[in-house]
């Protein structure tokens, strides 16, 4: 922008030149009383005012290098062009510049000869070299969705019969996965008499919003890892499915759960990408043995589900037990994975929608027949629902809401099992620590109804906690009675022992409660010490380091490898109660147990049978050398209070001579 304008100053300078004569006027009256020389004296002023404010001075000098704001050079002539806006129209030159900048393409459609033009950029637009593009329509149609192409033709037909541009969008073929597709408008141009001549158009790229919701869709529906849909996905299309069930009675679907056994241990004893590996496999499996409308998800770590559609037949189970088990046989056939070959476990569950009708209940019923063929052991197996399972699973969450609210309220109480030396005049050498669960509604309830929910759930850990302060603290006050020597045993769940600061713990709580580790022993089940085994020997290791002692809980019954046992830095075997039950009436039974017996004093291990109730069952025990008994024909377990009475009544003079006068004193105490 300029400081001064010329125009406007000379147009200031007219203006001040008409207020001086304007101001001369009296002195005109008087000087000369002419009307004529008055008149014209306004004349001349008007005048001057006039050309000061309306006349439009010439444009000259350097003032001709600005044309609407835009500079121009020098050279450019002032004079407009004449016609320029026809020039324009017919120069080829200048309309090839145009078409060549632009990002988008032209096309002129010449109606009488039929030939197409095509600007350079369509060969861009459409993906394909320039050498593809002739003079026809035919550059369209070879690249263009065949669809789309028939709607291109439709529109440019109807834009020509009735006059009216016309605009569409088609998608590439070359582009058919991606979100790229091309906007072509036209409009037609019609001679005076109302001809048809040519229609002139564009053509531009865009991306489709359809093709964009399509993958935003997937991203949010699939599951990365394996391409199949995810839970999301799976749980809204049961919904849907679960509604138009409704209103066709006639129509059954079924749900499958697939879930992997133990894939946890494929991910420990190979890799989280084989793992990985393995459940796209199977999710592969899974896909190629269902239908093409089956819909199949990955719900859960390892677990996938399906919906199987339009079950036939009079009785839905009878048609669909085939499907089931082609699904299932397919996919847990051998792997052949990265060189090795793998073989898998797959348990199944099926729910049909005539048995049970919303998401919830579908899911629920499967997961619960899910954990029971865990619970059960039954690995690999398929299991249907059957009406039960429903009152079943409602029965298990409200099991755990209480197990949960039961730990806060510290509702577990400990009882106390005395296991009696029968070789050393039926002294107690110790007791096992066993929970029971002081519901206030229901009253003492077995640790078989809850432990099994509290290890599923991981409660455990913290009653597992709980139970080991207790114990450690009951432990002390008859350590501190002078039962110096008891031993106290605590039982561990595998989920507890495979905690990483295990043995941490441990050590805290012993530390906190002041007992020495000699007084207490930990029994894990033969099944939990052959898992993991060299963290379990690593762990056993650091608590028999501490001073503490190592019990194999249940052994007979998890086929333990004598190899491994050998390995184990462990003190005592417990004979499982199921061996001795018949051993007094049962050769088999009895030559078992004689094996047992043979395998611990081979080891130098301890030795305690649980279970025994009957004399007969003693003696045979006595007779074989196993001395250390736990069973009703002793003691059932007993609370605090009546364990320390066992105790006083039963222990032998020898190992506590010395505290037994301090017992006497501290029982009067504690009484
Ligand atoms: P377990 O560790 O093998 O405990 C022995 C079970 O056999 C106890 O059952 C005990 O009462 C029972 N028993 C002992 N002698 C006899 C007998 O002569 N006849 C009969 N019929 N039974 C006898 P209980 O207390 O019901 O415990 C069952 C299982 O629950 C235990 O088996 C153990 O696996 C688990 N459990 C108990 N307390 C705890 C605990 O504090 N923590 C953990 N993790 N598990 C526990
Ligand atoms: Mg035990
Ligand atoms: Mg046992």
Same mark, same amino acid.
């Given at each position: ?41 306004? /004349? ?49 030159? @200048? ?75 088609? $998608?590439?073929?070359?582009? %058919? ?5 091309? +906007? ?20 531009? *790229? ?40 409704? %209103? ?23 890799? =989280?990408?084989?793992?990985? !590996? ?6 592969? $499996? ?23 559609? !339009? ?13 089931? $088990? ?27 929608? $005539? ?50 609210? /039961? ?7 400990? @009882? ?10 039926? !002294? ?9 669960? !002081? ?23 913290? @009653? ?5 302060? @207790? ?49 207490? %022993? ?5 099944? =939990?010490? +052959? ?10 290791? /650091? ?54 017996? *043979? ?73």
């Amino acid at each position: 922008m300029r400081l001064f304008d010329e125009h406007a100053i000379l147009r200031f300078a007219l203006l001040f030149v008409c207020f001086i004569f304007a101001a001369l006027v009296p002195e005109i009256l008087n000087f000369s009383d002419s009307l004529f020389m008055f008149i014209n004296y306004i /004349a001349a002023i008007i005048f001057l005012v006039y050309v000061a404010v309306f006349y439009k001075f010439p444009v000259s000098g350097n003032l001709k290098k600005m044309r609407n704001d835009v500079e121009i050079p020098e050279s450019a002539t002032a004079e407009p062009s004449r016609d320029y806006q026809k020039d324009l129209m017919e120069k080829d030159e @200048m309309f090839q510049m145009l078409v060549d900048v632009s990002s988008d393409g032209f096309w002129t459609f010449d109606v009488p000869t039929g030939k197409v033009y095509w600007s350079n950029q369509v060969a861009k637009l459409l993906n394909v070299g320039s050498d593809k593009v002739d003079d026809s329509f035919d550059t369209l149609k070879n690249y263009v969705m065949e669809s789309d192409w028939e709607h291109f033709r439709e529109e440019l037909a109807k834009s020509l019969n009735e006059n009216h541009p016309f605009n569409v969008s088609l $998608r590439l073929v070359s582009a %058919k996965d991606s979100t790229t597709e091309i +906007m072509v408008s036209g409009r037609p141009q019609f001679s005076e008499d109302g001809r048809p001549i040519r229609v002139v158009g564009s053509i531009g *790229s865009r991306v489709s919003t359809a093709a964009i919701e399509r993958q935003n869709y997937f991203y949010v529906y699939q599951d990365a890892l394996t391409g199949v849909y995810n839970r999301k996905f799976f749980l809204e299309k049961l919904k849907v499915d679960i509604d138009n069930a409704a %209103k066709r009675p006639d129509y059954t679907f079924a749900v499958a759960l697939l879930d992997i056994d133990s894939f946890g241990a494929i991910n420990d004893s190979f890799s =989280t990408n084989f793992g990985d !590996n393995v459940l796209r496999v199977v999710a592969e $499996r899974i896909k190629s043995s269902c239908r093409e409308n089956d819909c199949v998800a990955r719900i859960g770590p390892d677990v996938f589900a399906v919906v199987l559609h !339009n079950i036939q037949g009079a009785d839905p189970n009878d048609d669909l037990m085939p499907i089931v $088990r082609k699904l299932h046989n397919n996919v847990k056939m051998p792997l052949q994975l990265e060189g090795r070959e793998l073989y898998i476990s797959v348990s199944m569950a099926v729910v049909v929608n $005539r048995d049970v009708d919303c998401v919830e209940d579908i899911m629920a019923n499967a997961s619960a027949i899910l954990r029971d063929l865990k619970k059960n052991g039954d690995h690999g197996s398929i299991q249907f629902f059957t009406g039960g399972i429903r009152e079943k699973a409602m029965k298990l969450y409200k099991l755990e809401y209480e197990i949960r609210r /039961a730990i806060q309220a510290k509702e577990f109480v400990l @009882m106390y099992q005395p296991i009696v030396d029968i070789g050393a005049g039926n !002294n107690i050498v110790g007791f096992e620590a066993l929970v029971r669960w !002081n519901n206030t509604e229901q009253g003492i309830i077995s640790p078989a109804e809850f432990i099994p929910i509290a290890e599923e759930t991981g409660l455990i850990v913290p @009653m597992g906690a709980l139970i080991l302060r @207790m114990a450690c603290e009951q432990t002390k006050k008859w350590v501190d009675l002078g039962y110096d020597n008891i031993k106290v045993a605590v039982n561990f769940s595998a989920k507890q022992f495979a905690l990483d600061n295990m043995v941490d713990d441990v050590r805290k709580v012993l530390a906190e409660t002041h007992l020495n580790p000699k007084n207490l %022993k930990l029994e894990i089940t033969e099944y =939990t010490a +052959m898992c993991e085994v060299e963290k379990t020997i690593d762990i056993m290791r /650091a608590l028999s380091g501490m001073g503490l002692q190592i019990s194999i809980d249940d052994f007979g019954t998890g086929y333990s490898s004598l190899s491994y046992l050998k390995r184990y830095p462990i003190h005592t075997l417990k004979m499982d109660k199921s061996f001795i039950d018949h051993v007094a009436d049962d050769e088999e039974d009895a030559s078992f147990a004689r094996m047992v017996i *043979s395998i611990a004093k081979s080891l130098n291990l301890d030795l305690i049978a649980e279970g025994v109730e009957t004399a007969e069952q003693l003696e045979f025990l006595r007779r074989e050398g196993c001395r250390q008994i736990q069973g009703y024909f002793f003691s059932k377990p007993l609370t605090p209070e009546d364990a320390l009475g066992y105790l006083k009544a039963h222990y032998g003079s020898a190992p506590a001579e010395k505290a037994s006068e301090k017992v006497e004193e501290k029982v009067a105490v504690l009484a």
